[in-house]
């Protein structure tokens, strides 16, 4: 199965993937922020939201079609994906692949200040500036959400 781990900068996901992969040692990880860096490297377009080029989508959903028929392992996707429009292309491409599981973990924005300080990003970033972006997230099409404020071990438990 693929479990998608949705969220804004700081709401927990790698964290809680972590944890997944920790207590399932036969899942895997794929980030796509892997496929948005490799964009950059190849492509012309100028540095923004990887999120915004045109192949970024396809090739996140491409790239988790072959993990799945390379490896069949349950896959855990964590992603700040907050566009209707590519949230809707990865979800039915996943679920066109294997089943896919989609959780969202909401923190209000202090929350998610105070833990984006506390990694080491500066007020001003590029992470904080996507606060108010993120506050989509809390809307019914990204549910199933999940309470940022528990601990990754309770959050795990929901999600197995």
């Not at 496929?35 to 490297?41: A, F, K, M, N, P």
């Not at 989508?57 to 349950?74: G, I, N, Q, S, Y």
């Not at 809707?88 to 984006?116: C, N, W, Y």
Request: glycine share 6%; aromatic share 8%.
């Amino acid at each position: 199965m693929i479990v998608m781990l949705n969220g804004a900068f700081g709401a927990g996901k790698t964290t809680l993937a972590q944890e997944l992969l920790r207590r399932n040692p036969d899942w895997m990880l794929f980030d796509p922020e892997e496929v948005g860096l490799l964009l950059w490297r190849i492509g012309p377009e100028p540095r923004g939201d990887f999120q915004n080029l045109p192949a970024w989508a396809p090739l996140v959903v491409e790239t988790a079609r072959v993990l799945w028929a390379t490896h069949r392992r349950t896959m855990v996707i964590p992603m700040t994906l907050t566009d209707e429009r590519n949230y809707r292309t990865i979800r039915k491409g996943f679920e066109g692949i294997v089943e896919t599981q989609h959780f969202t973990l909401l923190a209000d924005p202090s929350t998610l200040e105070a833990r984006l300080l506390e990694r080491g990003d500066e007020p001003g970033s590029w992470a904080f500036q996507q606060i108010e972006r993120c506050r989509v997230l809390a809307e019914p099409q990204f549910a199933r959400h999940l309470d940022a404020l528990k601990s990754v071990q309770q959050l795990a438990e929901e999600i197995a």
